[in-house]
């Protein structure tokens, strides 16, 4: 069975890896975010892991196609009640977007990233 990632009690904590995964990103250190994902998440390491390759592909594409990054902005975050969060940032390239969102869940050992995913839908967004 594999070991999960670690909880928080503190849920300014968990937004703190979130900031810090975005950094990662908009420095283009997939790998380094990849691996504080998979520390900081329920998500299984071998999930993430296969993840990996994908999203560094994605990475040279969106860099083709988009320009350089530029920076990231944390957009905003919607809650329910005090169990879930979910967390929208967006990482600005030249030409373009990629919005990320990452979701949280205060379960029995804390706050914690219980998924995770990056797309140029805005939809959500703006309800």
């Known amino acids: ?13 968990v937004d703190a890896v979130c900031e810090k995964y975005m950094q990662y990103f908009k420095d283009n250190k997939v790998a380094e975010g990849i691996a504080l994902l998979k520390l900081n998440s329920v998500i299984p390491g071998e999930t993430i892991d296969k993840m990996q390759a994908t999203i560094e592909g994605h990475m ?57 995913n990056y797309n140029e839908e805005l939809a959500e967004l703006f309800q």
Do not use: H, P
Request: no cysteine; net charge positive.
């Open 1 to 13: 069975m594999a070991a999960y990632g670690q909880s928080s009690k503190d849920k300014t904590k």
């Open 60 to 116: 040279v594409i969106m860099v083709g196609n988009y320009g350089k990054i530029l920076s990231y902005e944390f957009i905003q975050e919607k809650k329910i009640k005090d169990v879930l969060a979910k967390r929208y940032y967006l990482l600005k390239f030249e030409r373009f977007y990629v919005k990320f969102d990452f979701t949280l869940y205060n379960g029995a050992q804390g706050w914690t990233i219980v998924n995770f």
